[in-house]
């Protein structure tokens, strides 16, 4: 009979919508999302390469824009491909990398607006 509750318990519970304790600090900015979101691309990059993927099949991740006329011709995310292709030579975890990703990014992101911060523009 115990066992019986519990299994009822336990399919209850499941229908109850539950959020997932990782993403509940999901950035709210366009930046902050963007280095987020290349720092995940880091974190899937590792594991493929761990797995065996070749590194040319995750390159479509860091397409930008792809001329219309010329199928071969694609303008690619430095970014993303530095990122990409740096994964494959990572030795540690793959979340370990994710955090250097996002870090690394916010980084440049602050050095980039402290640059444009320091620009001052007068009407004379």
């Not at 824009?65 to 990409?84: F, H, R, V």
């Not at 292709?85 to 990398?97: D, G, I």
Request: charged share 15%; with cysteine.
């Amino acid at each position: 009979m115990k066992t019986i509750t519990k299994q009822l318990i336990l399919i209850g519970l499941m229908n109850f919508p539950t959020a997932a304790g990782a993403f509940e600090a999901l950035p709210t900015n366009t930046q902050e999302y963007l280095c987020y979101s290349q720092a995940m691309i880091g974190y899937d990059s590792v594991i493929n390469s761990r797995l065996g993927v070749p590194a040319e099949h995750a390159l479509d991740l860091a397409v930008l824009s792809q001329i219309p006329i010329s199928s071969t011709q694609k303008t690619y995310s430095k970014a993303l491909l530095k990122t990409i292709l740096n994964a494959y030579l990572w030795q540690e975890t793959p979340h370990s990398y994710a955090i250097k990703v996002f870090y690394r990014c916010a980084q440049d992101e602050t050095k980039l607006h402290s640059v444009q911060n320091d620009v001052v523009t007068t009407d004379f």
